[in-house]
């Protein structure tokens, strides 16, 4: 059965300060892994994806890797806007429509 | 471009009662999921939908049943509610025509309080 592990749960940020956040998997086949950004008691947003090991994608602050069992997602100098609770989530090959999610990390950048 | 719609935003049911929630998908997304998600989790996928047939089917008992309609929404129906279906019911809609589309767009979700 597919699995998506994240880690830490939490992670308390000063401004500026640099970090990054660990999405584990196992999955038969990946099709796609996504990362989605997440407010309190909002629906999610989409950030990036990533289809195969190697593959890098930027926005702004935020850049995500992949690597075959997992995928980073890095911020570089955050701002209290940054945070947020953010999820990943791995589509099998088995599969068209049904994300695997993980917990997700709850990020506070404080200023 | 408007993005996924769901509605109603919030509701509160007592426990027996059953619920229906609506989605409206992105303007030529033909495929739309649904996910359940409880305080401090990740969504559990509960169906996928695409041109009006169910694709994906999750963990979920019987008394959740979704459908979609010709112009690609879609309803998500729970019947005989227990107060552990509290939670937020998010929609997703997707393209599904290429590799690039596989991405899903999350609407705000339904908020189910049951009481």
């Known amino acids: 059965e597919d699995q998506v592990t994240q880690s830490p749960e939490a992670l308390r940020l000063q401004e500026g300060e640099s970090s990054s956040l660990n999405c584990s998997y196992t999955v038969s086949g990946l099709r796609g892994l996504f990362w989605y950004r997440q407010d309190p008691g909002k629906g999610p947003e989409f950030l990036f994806t990533?289809?195969?090991a190697g593959e890098e994608k930027e926005k702004e602050r935020l850049k995500a890797t992949l690597t075959k069992k997992e995928s980073f997602l890095h911020i570089t100098a955050p701002k209290p806007e940054d945070s947020a609770t953010y999820l990943c989530?791995?589509?099998?090959?088995?599969?068209?429509?049904?994300?695997?999610f993980g917990a997700g990390t709850q990020v506070v950048v404080t200023p | 471009d408007a993005g996924v719609t769901q509605s109603p935003t919030h509701l509160i049911k007592t426990r027996g009662q059953h619920v229906t929630l609506r989605c409206s998908p992105i303007?030529?997304?033909?495929?739309v999921s649904w996910y359940q998600q409880v305080l401090g989790q990740g969504p559990q996928f509960i169906f996928q939908y695409y041109e009006k047939e169910e694709r994906g089917r999750g963990n979920f008992p019987d008394r959740f049943s979704a459908r979609q309609f010709p112009n690609y929404s879609s309803e998500l129906n729970v019947n005989a509610l227990l107060l552990g279906d509290s939670a937020l019911y998010l929609c997703?809609?997707?393209?599904?025509?290429?590799?690039?589309?596989?991405?899903?767009?999350f609407g705000p979700g339904t908020r189910l309080t049951v009481t």
């Open positions: 990533l289809y195969s």
């Open positions: 303007s030529g997304h033909k495929s």
């Open positions: 989530a791995v589509l099998s090959t088995d599969s068209w429509g049904k994300l695997q």
């Open positions: 997703a809609s997707s393209h599904l025509v290429s590799q690039a589309s596989y991405e899903q767009y």
